[in-house]
């Protein structure tokens, strides 16, 4: 009888214990420790942000302010390789659109704590690189408030390309969040423009007493060819997309001028299918000339095998660097093996190694 009282007065005694840490500890402690961090993190990231529009983050960062809960607000980041070594120039291409749109943000009246842009560069943060699995740069990721990344969450940078304009776009699917995007002033189109004007009033005014020239066929197919050429070989594409010249491998040098992939192409790749272009026109013209014009016969026989042999040998050039772009693709001419260089690996891939 005696030991059941004392387990009795035990049971009291911790109940009572228990109901005074219950009445003493303030309620929430935990819930309030969380808030009391989220409001460091959100802080701390104000005040990076009023330095700068895009934070640059290495590993500790990214996995603190980032990844790791709690957060109530989203992160934009670019993964890139700005380091001269690197010879990523679509990088920092990239990144100057990147910062148009972060200076959009961080000045508009809409600025608030609920979105951030950061940047992680693999020479400050190889590991984030490691962990996410990734090898290509740069890349956009949006990491949402609650929740982990979706596929929707990475830009498609190969199919829209990074224009200030389309990544403003995407944040408002991912987030909801508007941003007007502001340019700075760049004035060197109207000049362009002002001195092609002048240079062409100029030689209108000296020619004013002979303007025969105006009324030349060839100059003016001439000029239409150009356009054409200009037009075809992806020109505009670059304009927009703004690609690198061209990619050097890094670890054996060899220099590529041909995309390996058909949603993407080099400034050098355009210039080649340009010339390639006009060497086949230039073909098609002789060829005409051999079967129209009147002289001599052996002329016209010259003419004709040179013109031939031009359509020849340069469309074989053209179609086996289609076929080496859209892989799959079942007929060649003349050539059979991809002629040029040509590289579907990524800027990091190669240096990560």
Request: contains cysteine; aromatic residues 12%; hydrophobic residues 45%.
């Amino acid at each position: 009888m005696a030991s059941v009282w004392a387990k009795s007065v035990v049971n009291l005694q911790v109940l009572a214990v228990f109901f005074c840490l219950m009445v003493c500890l303030p309620p929430g402690g935990g819930q309030k420790k969380k808030e009391n961090l989220l409001s460091e993190k959100v802080d701390q990231m104000m005040e990076w942000s009023s330095r700068r529009s895009v934070i640059r983050m290495n590993g500790d960062k990214f996995r603190r302010f980032v990844k790791a809960p709690p957060r109530n607000y989203s992160v934009i980041v670019m993964f890139t390789a700005l380091q001269p070594q690197r010879q990523c120039s679509v990088c920092r291409q990239a990144n100057e659109e990147y910062q148009v749109l972060a200076n959009s943000w961080r000045y508009s009246s809409a600025f608030s704590n609920k979105l951030f842009f950061t940047v992680v560069d693999y020479d400050e943060g190889a590991d984030v690189f490691q962990q996410l699995n990734m090898n290509s740069a740069p890349t956009f990721m949006h990491f949402p408030a609650k929740g982990k990344p979706k596929r929707a969450d990475t830009f498609d940078l190969q199919r829209i390309g990074f224009a200030s304009e389309q990544l403003a776009k995407w944040i408002a699917d991912r987030t909801d969040v508007q941003i007007r995007v502001f340019r700075p002033p760049n004035y060197s189109g109207t000049i362009a423009l002002a001195l092609l004007v002048s240079l062409v009033g100029g030689l209108l005014y000296l020619r004013r007493n002979n303007l025969e020239f105006i009324y030349n066929k060839t100059g003016w197919a001439m000029a239409a060819l150009c356009v054409v050429f200009a037009m075809t070989s992806g020109q505009m594409w670059n304009h927009i997309r703004g690609p690198p010249y061209a990619h050097k491998n890094p670890q054996n040098g060899q220099v590529s001028y041909i995309h390996g992939s058909s949603q993407a192409q080099f400034v050098a790749e355009s210039h080649i299918i340009l010339l390639l272009n006009a060497a086949i026109t230039m073909g098609m013209v002789l060829l005409n000339e051999a079967a129209t014009s009147k002289g001599d016969v052996g002329k016209r026989r010259i003419i004709c095998l040179v013109g031939l042999g031009l359509v020849v040998f340069f469309f074989s050039f053209l179609l086996s660097i289609f076929r080496s772009k859209y892989h799959g693709y079942p007929y060649s001419f003349v050539f059979h093996e991809n002629v040029f260089n040509v590289t579907q690996a990524s800027l990091l891939s190669e240096q990560t190694q």
